[in-house]
């Protein structure tokens, strides 16, 4: 048994989607979330100062006494993940993986599809993935700069489901079987992308594969919780705490009491 929590963090409350996976698995389990707010959104900056970032934020979370860190981001899987895999002690898992292999496991033409954001499309960690794991295998990619701006703001009307066809259109006419839906806000539409796409496409979500991906790696390395027992949740942002609350709630489904802050030059400071 090891009571220690684990970390997640993401740019923002995208990775909330995640963490609500990870809690319906593993509800045994304790967690500390951290969202960059206060730096949010990840996806159009240089991929440099994303892996600066993400190092500073899983340095945090490795200091506070997690047993396992989630990138729950995918603009900062693609771009640092290997770095911070090499610079911590603690086991990272990010959320690109499990997609890519869950797509390739999905595929029946070998034609598979990604929509995420500019940073993720741009670092062609993906295609290196999918590739790794079926050299044969096509990937057809799309940068979405105007979902994650549309999704937060709440907007669920015309606007968002013509975006969502926009994006979509390139896939449907790669004729690909199957599409990851490479950012953390995307389950949150999960209808709109499944009344563009239509039910002869498949649907990978990073939230319900990397759940199962921490799961398994929690009892791969022996470090799981008593079973049995109710999981609690912290809440921290760099952002405003009270714009985390009301966007989180929406993103967990769930009620959150509290939200800490911590400071960018705290998180700074740990990776110093």
Do not use: W
Request: with cysteine.
């Amino acid at each position: 048994m090891d009571a220690r929590p684990i970390g997640i963090f993401d740019s923002g409350a995208g990775g909330l989607t995640v963490l609500h996976e990870c809690l319906v698995t593993m509800p045994h389990e304790d967690f500390l979330y951290l969202g960059d707010g206060a730096r949010c959104p990840y996806g159009p900056r240089p991929a440099e100062e994303i892996r600066r970032f993400a190092l500073e934020i899983a340095s945090y979370l490795e200091q506070s006494g997690v047993k396992l860190i989630v990138a729950a981001c995918n603009a900062a899987t693609s771009a640092a993940l290997p770095g911070l895999q090499e610079a911590l002690a603690v086991p990272i898992v990010g959320v690109l993986v499990p997609e890519a292999h869950a797509a390739v496991q999905a595929t029946r033409s070998r034609r598979i599809g990604l929509l995420a954001t500019e940073a993720t499309v741009a670092s062609g960690r993906y295609e290196e993935v999918v590739h790794a794991l079926d050299a044969g295998a096509r990937l057809v990619s799309v940068a979405c700069p105007r979902l994650v701006p549309l999704i937060e703001a709440g907007d669920v009307g015309a606007e968002l489901d013509a975006a969502v066809r926009e994006y979509a259109a390139p896939l449907r006419a790669a004729e690909v079987d199957t599409v990851i839906l490479g950012c953390t806000h995307y389950p949150l539409i999960r209808r709109v992308f499944e009344r563009a796409f239509g039910r002869g496409t498949t649907l990978v979500f990073s939230a319900e594969e990397t759940a199962r991906e921490v799961a398994e790696t929690l009892q791969r390395k022996g470090v799981e919780n008593a079973a049995g027992r109710q999981g609690t949740t912290r809440f921290f942002t760099t952002g405003s705490a009270e714009e985390f609350r009301t966007l989180g709630e929406r993103f967990l489904q769930l009620p959150i009491e509290e939200v800490e802050r911590v400071t960018v030059r705290e998180l700074e400071l740990a990776a110093a």
